[in-house]
């Protein structure tokens, strides 16, 4: 649930950047997909990740036949922190831009 989290907040700021605003679990990763990897502001496998894990936190939190083993515990962090490095570089880039 917190790789997810973690990575909701970085598409809600990446959105940010367009003057996007969803507060909407589904209106983020719409967006983040529509304006940012289809135009290919960001790559499409982050979209991916995101859309992962979404499904991955909706079953670790809300079923109660499946519970999510350590390998995909772990490999949601390591997802997490790669949407976390791409979503960072881009929000820096943006920054700096505006900066100059």
């Not at 909407?24 to 979209?47: M, N, R, Y």
């Not at 499904?55 to 390591?78: C, F, G, H, M, W």
């Amino acid at each position: 649930s917190r790789a997810y989290y973690a990575a909701f907040y970085l598409a809600q700021a990446a959105l940010a950047t367009k003057d996007i605003s969803r507060s909407k679990h589904s209106g983020v990763l719409a967006a983040f997909g529509e304006h940012l990897t289809k135009k290919s502001i960001l790559p499409d496998t982050l979209h991916k990740i995101l859309l992962k894990l979404y499904d991955l936190r909706v079953t670790s939190d809300y079923s109660v036949e499946k519970v999510p083993s350590l390998d995909e515990a772990n490999q949601a962090i390591a997802s997490a922190k790669e949407f976390a490095s791409a979503t960072e570089s881009y929000l820096t880039n943006w920054l700096k831009s505006g900066l100059e």
